[in-house]
């Protein structure tokens, strides 16, 4: 009678009465009986539903009763068996991954999202007191994982630097030497098979799209003894997360099996996923309605200039070569409702470059940030949009995400993710504003060297960002520093040199030799940065017009206090007595050193980080090439026909006026 009763309530479900031999299948979760938190949840059409898109959220369900994973007498682990059909639905770009997780505790209330997939948090993983065994499927790359991209799959022990890992894909079973690449976030249904040997210690992790059988040979096979990460009782399930830009992560079907073979899912009974994209519009009111009056036909006729203005209002330039950057482009009409039809409203800055509107996208409901650029000529602009997109697939957790782009009539869109705090020079410059105290500021510096760093060495590509300055540095809710703006930013492959070009970025921050040679260099980036120490220390711009004659270049005063014997004499009052003297020394003789006329005298970026972190003695000042001449704006004189003299007080209010020779 029990059985026939769980037949009843459970008929996707059957147990074996050995918890030893335990085994379960859900081919659909309608009926299922899982313990769920944070924002997963079962679908009315019988989904796991881990994540939506939420930001930054993480999602957790569990097998509702902890499992036996050990034989008493000798505390081996048994062998255990699971299959699953998962589905990952990015919304603009692929967010954060996935994990079929073994846990000592369900839930994990501690863990967080993002790069952490809900599994650890920054003081938990690596350690071995978590007893944590996962398998991820990651859509993005996080380095300080060492992930080896944004498309694999790795098996975790107590931390997400994976003991294996391998891209995506699968070995065909009629030759397993052919191997097939796979897509994680494609938004279509994936099997997956996680087996362990207990006898053999060995874990074996295989993928396959729907409609292909479980290949002969898997995808990840390592030998791992998991007793001493197991304990007796486990709990099991699936854990899921989102960052700044977000995946919705689904389970179809799931079977689990200790001390054997996991059934096979029945395929055809895994529910359906949601439709992608937005629902067919309904014609009936164009094709229902029969023009039988004159005043049907003058409605029509209106309606039809309407949707032809419309369609002119919302048109677009769409060329051959752009069909390969789909995914990254963005509708217009799409930025034109995120944006209320950027109204001023939503304005959040302007500058030399264009204007920056706030927008929700109507589709994924992401906060964005939404920049309008000029480029009547188009000259280069096919080598600019395929430098954008390759720009949009930096991860770094200092840098501000990219989205894409949308190009209409004489303009270009970029689209980043929102910072809720704006830039940094609102909070150094604007009154109204609370000034950041000195452990704020430093933190705000070592984040900015930690991207440079990334974009200089460790990207796949030389990224050179040609604009390092305060007003491009944003913040966001937990003022973490995040450099943005790569409108100007060059791409080159690692050991080869980059291409002379125009003279672009921002006067006070423009490194000597760009006057000479046109070239811009990782180098040079770091003399932008030089600058942008001390604006930062010294809560004063590069070059201020309106200062006295000693002061109009910020690194010729510092340069004047350090040779008077007190460098502490620039920092910003605002700081009060609140700082500490070493750190705003070591800032203010980097930006010193930094700012060096000689480009080989200037540190690269990683020494500039080891500085920072004091992992690397900073040498005397009195020994670098150091003197006013050296450190003053040396191949400017041919600028100097644009503005007034030192003396003249009708200079630029604002630096915010920049040096702009022909763009990119």
């Known amino acids: 009678m029990f059985f026939e009763i769980v037949a009843l309530i459970m008929p996707t479900i059957f147990f074996l009465a050995n918890s030893e031999d335990l085994g379960f299948i859900y081919n ?93 948090n920054d003081n938990t993983t690596g350690k071995d007191t978590n007893h944590v065994f996962a398998v991820e499927f990651d859509t993005l790359q996080n380095r300080e994982f060492n992930d080896i991209d944004g498309n694999h799959v790795g098996i975790d022990i107590n931390g997400l630097k994976s003991v294996a890992s391998k891209p995506a894909g699968y070995y065909s079973s009629i030759n397993s030497v052919k191997f097939n690449n796979m897509t994680l976030a494609t938004g279509q249904p994936i099997q997956a098979w996680v087996d362990y040997n207990g006898v053999a210690k060995q874990i074996n992790v295989t993928l396959a799209p729907m409609n292909v059988a479980k290949p002969n040979a898997p995808l990840l096979s390592s030998f791992y003894d998991l007793s001493p990460i197991l304990n007796k009782t486990m709990y099991i399930g699936f854990s899921g997360s989102t960052g700044s830009v977000v995946s919705t992560q689904y389970v179809l079907g799931w079977s689990f099996k200790m001390n054997g073979l996991a059934q096979g899912l029945d395929l055809a009974r895994l529910p359906k996923l949601p439709r992608v994209g937005p629902k067919k519009q309904s014609k009936l009111l164009l094709i229902a309605l029969p023009m039988i009056s004159a005043v049907v036909v003058v409605i029509a006729f209106s309606v039809l200039i309407y949707y032809v203005g419309r369609k002119r209002k919302f048109a677009e330039l769409l060329e051959d070569w752009e069909l390969e950057y789909g995914p990254h482009r963005f509708k217009y009409k799409d930025l034109y409702i995120a944006t209320k039809g950027f109204s001023n409203k939503e304005l959040l800055g302007c500058g030399g470059f264009g204007r920056v509107y706030r927008g929700i996208l109507p589709t994924s409901a992401v906060e964005t940030a939404v920049k309008r650029v000029s480029h009547e000529s188009k000259q280069g602009l096919r080598e600019f949009v395929a430098e954008i997109v390759s720009i949009g697939r930096l991860r770094h957790r200092n840098l501000v995400q990219l989205l894409g782009y949308c190009r209409r009539k004489g303009e270009l869109l970029l689209v980043y993710e929102c910072m809720p705090n704006g830039s940094l020079d609102k909070f150094l410059y604007d009154k109204s504003t609370c000034a950041l105290n000195w452990n704020q500021r430093f933190g705000v510096i070592k984040g900015v060297a930690s991207a440079l760093v990334y974009l200089h060495e460790e990207w796949e590509q030389v990224v050179i960002h040609r604009d390092v300055k305060a007003s491009n540095v944003l913040l966001d809710s937990e003022l973490n520093a995040k450099l943005g703006d790569f409108g100007l930013a060059r791409l080159f492959d690692h050991g080869s040199d980059p291409l002379t070009t125009h003279v672009v970025g921002t006067v006070g921050y423009i490194a000597p030799e760009q006057t000479r040679t046109g070239k811009a260099t990782t180098i040079s980036d770091v003399y932008a940065f030089g600058a942008f120490l001390l604006e930062v220390a010294c809560g004063r711009r590069p070059i201020d017009p309106r200062a006295s004659d000693e002061e109009i270049v910020l690194v010729d005063y510092v340069f004047s206090c350090w040779t008077r014997g007190d460098i502490l004499e620039a920092i910003d009052q605002n700081l009060g007595n609140d700082y500490v003297k070493e750190e705003v020394e070591l800032v203010l003789k980097l930006g010193l050193f930094c700012s060096q006329t000689q480009p080989a005298a200037r540190p690269s970026m990683r020494q500039v980080l080891m500085y920072l972190e004091d992992a690397l003695p900073l040498p005397e000042l009195s020994l670098m090439q150091t003197s006013r001449t050296c450190l003053t704006f040396e191949g400017f004189d041919h600028f100097a026909m644009s503005y007034p003299s030192s003396s003249d007080k009708t200079w630029p209010s604002s630096v915010s006026d920049c040096l702009l020779s022909g763009g990119r």
């Open 28 to 120: 659909g979760f309608s009926r299922a009986n899982l313990s769920l938190d944070g924002i997963a949840q079962l679908t009315s059409n019988g989904l796991l539903q881990l994540t939506n898109t939420s930001r930054l959220e993480k999602g957790h369900a569990f097998y509702p009763t902890p499992i036996n994973f050990k034989n008493l007498p000798n505390g081996s682990n048994f062998s255990f068996s699971t299959t699953f059909v998962f589905a990952i639905v990015p919304s603009v770009l692929p967010g954060h991954g996935m994990a079929f997780v073994i846990a000592s505790v369900g839930g994990l209330a501690e863990a967080f999202p993002s790069p952490f997939l809900g599994l650890f």
